[in-house]
């Protein structure tokens, strides 16, 4: 099975403050997903990795997978209250998969303060 | 924008009790999963279908557990005798494929067995 290691496990900053959330894999990582989740509700998508080396972003937020890709990385520049939440980073179960199944981290909760 | 839709937010049940979670995926899907969340642990995959068939499940999903697709809209997960290790946040989610491509998650059921 798939193992994703979050770090930090929870994040408090300043409005207008640069953060970065870490998900180390056990394994070699094919599809890369991130997910935001407030506290009770649904996860909503962020952005998908699948290529070593592949950056994405969206608004303020920026996702990368590294070369080796066994660990992502996930950037928030100017940090707003609107990006409090549970950021959580989920995996494909190994190459080539057509079953879907994703494992997940723990998620890093971050509290951005004004 | 579609979304996926779950009902109830909220079911409360005693243990023992048949409980039926309802989903309806994004309209153009064809794959469909549901995974659970117990209070302050990880996000687990269940179980995933596809052309009316179960193409994977976890060990989490035993005979206590089906699914089944009754219509051209609803997704459904039944639980046939809850236990008190079955109160969860419960996770419908759908994609056009499987393997690498993007899940949308519902808003979730909150399953509570007393």
């Known amino acids: 099975s798939q193992e994703l290691e979050q770090s930090p496990q929870s994040l408090i900053v300043q409005e207008g403050k640069n953060l970065t959330i870490n998900c180390t894999s056990s394994k070699t990582l094919y599809g890369l997903y991130w997910y935001k989740q407030k506290y009770g509700e649904g996860l909503i998508f962020l952005m998908m990795l699948q290529k070593g080396g592949e950056e994405k972003s969206h608004e303020k937020i920026t996702a990368k997978l590294d070369e080796k890709k066994q660990q992502s990385s996930l950037h928030i520049t100017a940090s707003q209250p609107s990006h409090a939440g549970i950021y959580l980073c989920?995996?494909?179960?190994?190459?080539?998969?057509?079953?879907?199944?994703?494992?997940f981290g723990r998620g890093t909760q971050l509290t951005v303060w004004p | 924008e579609p979304e996926v839709t779950q009902t109830p937010s909220h079911q409360v049940t005693q243990m023992g009790q048949e409980v039926i979670l309802r989903c309806v995926p994004i309209?153009?899907?064809?794959?469909f999963y549901w995974y659970r969340q117990i209070l302050g642990q990880k996000v687990e995959f269940l179980v995933s279908?596809?052309?009316?068939?179960?193409?994977?499940k976890s060990e989490i999903f035993d005979d206590q557990f089906s699914v089944e697709r009754p219509d051209g809209s609803n997704f459904t997960l039944k639980i046939r005798s809850t236990k008190l290790e079955d109160s969860a946040m419960y996770f419908c989610?759908?994609?056009?494929?499987?393997?690498?491509?993007?899940?949308?998650f519902g808003p979730g059921t909150r399953l509570t067995v007393l």
């Open positions: 279908f596809y052309n009316n068939e179960i193409s994977e």
């Open positions: 309209s153009n899907h064809l794959y």
């Open positions: 989920g995996a494909a179960g190994s190459r080539g998969s057509t079953l879907g199944r994703l494992y």
């Open positions: 989610a759908s994609s056009v494929t499987s393997g690498a491509d993007t899940q949308y």
